[in-house]
């Protein structure tokens, strides 16, 4: 099991998949990597995109800190406890 912090709020998420899945498959990821018109990635946890407006720019994803509660920690299997 990976775990990557949110480029939104900064919260530790489950990335599932890769090397550290490949004997137990443990859930689902917490989050995904959203990729820009002008070729910019940044690793949002759900409840970021969720916060993200609508045809979001990389701009855009500072701001989402601001109106997301940060939400909670997730636990090993990608969900909130």
């Known amino acids: 099991m990976t775990t990557d912090p949110c480029d939104g709020c ?3 998420v489950r ?3 890769g ?6 498959a443990t859930g689902p990821s917490g989050g995904m990597t959203l ?8 690793f949002l946890c ?3 995109i969720e916060a993200l ?3 979001p720019t990389p701009d855009d994803v500072p701001d989402v ?13 990608g969900v909130d406890p």
């Open 35 to 42: 990729e820009f018109d002008d070729g910019s990635e940044e």
């Open 10 to 12: 900064g919260k530790r």
């Open 15 to 17: 990335v599932a998949g």
């Open 53 to 55: 407006p609508d045809d």
């Open 65 to 77: 800190d601001s109106s997301n509660d940060g939400g909670e920690e997730t636990t090993e299997d």
């Open 46 to 48: 759900f409840d970021c």
């Open 19 to 24: 090397i550290g899945d490949m004997w137990t």
